[in-house]
Each structure stands twice: as C-alpha cells, then as structure tokens.
C-alpha cells in the first residue's frame, strides 16, 4: 500500500514560495486497537519549497517512530513488528496528513486530512 499526500498551487502566478517545517506535509499514525500513537519528527525549521501553478507537490508516507528504554513492552513489541515488514500489523490504522506552511506575503495557510483502514492476519 503507498500512501501520499499532494498540494497543488493554483493561483495566478507561475509559482510560488512556500516556507515550512522539515517537510510541506507531514503524517502521524495512530493504531486504534493498541492505543498506539507515531508523530513526525520535525528536523528544520524553515525550508523553503517552490510550487509551480497546477503541478502537484507530492509527499508519500513513510514509515517513522521509535522507542526508549522507558517504552511499555506492548508498544516495543508493535513497533518491531511495524518495522519488520513492509506493510501493516494488523489493526485499524488513522493515518493523519497535514501541511502547515506560510506564503511570501506571509499567509498561513494550514489543511488537515484523514485515512483510515484495517489490517486484517
């Protein structure tokens, strides 16, 4: 399964600058049978992307997350297995996309979206 997000600049000009975080968009994944949460990382603070008028600007969601030694042994265990394979453990999957970015004249400009799905053994 590939999963990605897209934003497409359709305004009058050619193209447009847009700053932002590590990356124009961003996913968490939630597992909502564990209770299991992964956030993005966020590296740099302000990069700058250049969105040409109808082309889209795509990012595909990739595998992120981690633990410590302070990690119940049930949230290990998942996150092991979330590695191991290029797919999903089972379970019912929320995958949250959102891109956070400001324009030149310093409009902030912030869209949310949602898929969720299962993952049947």
Do not use: C
Request: proline share 2%.
């Amino acid at each position: 399964m590939k999963l990605y997000g897209e934003i497409t600049y359709i305004g009058d000009k050619d193209e447009v600058t847009i700053r932002h975080s590590s990356s124009a968009i961003l996913f968490t994944l939630e597992e909502k049978t564990r209770g299991f949460e992964i956030d993005f990382g966020v590296d740099d603070l302000e990069v700058a992307t250049v969105l040409k008028q109808g082309e889209p600007y795509r990012e595909e969601y990739v595998k992120s997350g981690g633990y410590s030694e302070n990690t119940p042994n049930d949230d290990v265990r998942f996150i092991k297995d979330f590695w191991k394979n290029d797919g999903f453990p089972s379970g019912y999957y929320v995958i949250n996309g959102e891109t956070d970015f400001s324009l030149e004249n310093r409009e902030r400009v912030n869209i949310k979206a949602t898929v969720d799905f299962k993952v049947a053994d």
